[in-house]
C-alpha cells in the first residue's frame, strides 16, 4: 500500500518560516521527481516546486521562487520544503506527489498523492 503522508503545516504569521515533510511508504520513488502542490480555498491545485530524482535539479513556481527550497532524502524516503518569508497568499492545503512522466508542471501527471497539509498564513 503506497502512501505518502505530509507533515509540518500550521497557522503562522506572514514572514515565519515552516518546513513541510512528505514521507513515503509502501514503495520508493527515488528514480521519480517529486512535486509539491498547493490548493487554496476556492482555486485551482496550483504547482509549487519539484526535484529531481537525485536532488540535483529543482523547479519552482515564480510566486515561491527565492523563499521556498525543495529537497530530498531518498535514505528517508523523504521530500521537504521548507517555506521562508511566508506570505498570507500562501495560505493552502499543501500536498507531496509523485510524478509518472510528462509535465512536471501539471497535477495530471503525478501518480500519488498525500492528503495534505494545511498551512495558513495571518497577516
Known amino acids: 500500500q503506497v502512501e505518502l503522508v505530509e507533515s509540518g503545516g500550521g497557522l503562522v504569521q506572514a514572514g515565519a518560516s515552516l518546513r513541510l515533510s512528505c514521507v513515503i511508504s509502501?514503495?520508493?520513488?527515488?528514480?521519480?521527481?517529486m512535486g509539491w502542490f498547493r490548493r487554496a480555498a476556492g482555486k485551482e491545485r496550483q504547482f509549487v516546486a519539484a526535484?529531481?530524482?537525485?536532488?540535483?535539479?529543482?523547479f519552482y513556481a515564480d510566486s515561491v521562487k527565492g523563499r521556498f527550497t525543495i529537497s530530498r532524502d531518498n535514505a528517508k524516503n523523504t521530500v521537504y520544503l521548507q517555506m521562508n518569508g511566508l506570505k498570507p497568499e500562501d495560505t493552502a492545503a499543501y500536498y507531496c506527489?509523485?510524478?509518472?512522466?510528462?509535465?512536471?508542471?501539471?497535477?495530471?501527471?503525478?501518480?500519488?498523492w498525500g492528503q495534505g497539509t494545511q498551512v495558513t498564513v495571518s497577516s
Open positions: 506527489a509523485a510524478q509518472s512522466s510528462g509535465s512536471i508542471y501539471s497535477d495530471r501527471f503525478y501518480d500519488y
Open positions: 509502501g514503495r520508493t520513488f527515488t528514480r521519480s521527481t
Open positions: 526535484v529531481s530524482w537525485n536532488g540535483g535539479i529543482t
